[in-house]
């Protein structure tokens, strides 16, 4: 998985082709109907914070419009977009949250 953070935004991504397929073993969090902000060249956007494990947050929002303004507010000018993404399949490690 390339999972690589971001040192500018903190941001990690997911490629589209891991998030179509799901994990090879483990657990996932299937999200539907989402719109994503995501790099045309890395993937699905997760914002990390020290705290967080796994990939973080997932940076999502059900409406179009409010996606495209976090966007614009957190990440100006990064060359991002806002990506309607049908079923994505995020994996999870339970250990995380114990």
């Known amino acids: 998985m390339s999972l690589v953070l971001d040192p500018d935004t903190r941001l990690k991504f997911l490629t589209p082709q891991e998030a179509a397929v799901g994990p090879k073993s483990g657990f996932c969090l299937v999200l539907r109907d989402k ?14 914070t020290a ?37 994505a399949f995020v994996p999870v490690n339970l250990r995380d949250y114990y």
């Open 35 to 48: 719109w994503w902000i995501t790099c045309p060249e890395r993937g699905l956007a997760f914002y990390k």
């Open 51 to 87: 705290r967080d494990k796994g990939l973080g947050s997932p940076q999502y929002h059900a409406n179009r419009q409010i996606a495209e303004k976090l966007m614009n507010d957190l990440w100006p000018g990064r060359g991002f977009q806002v990506t309607f993404v049908p079923v």
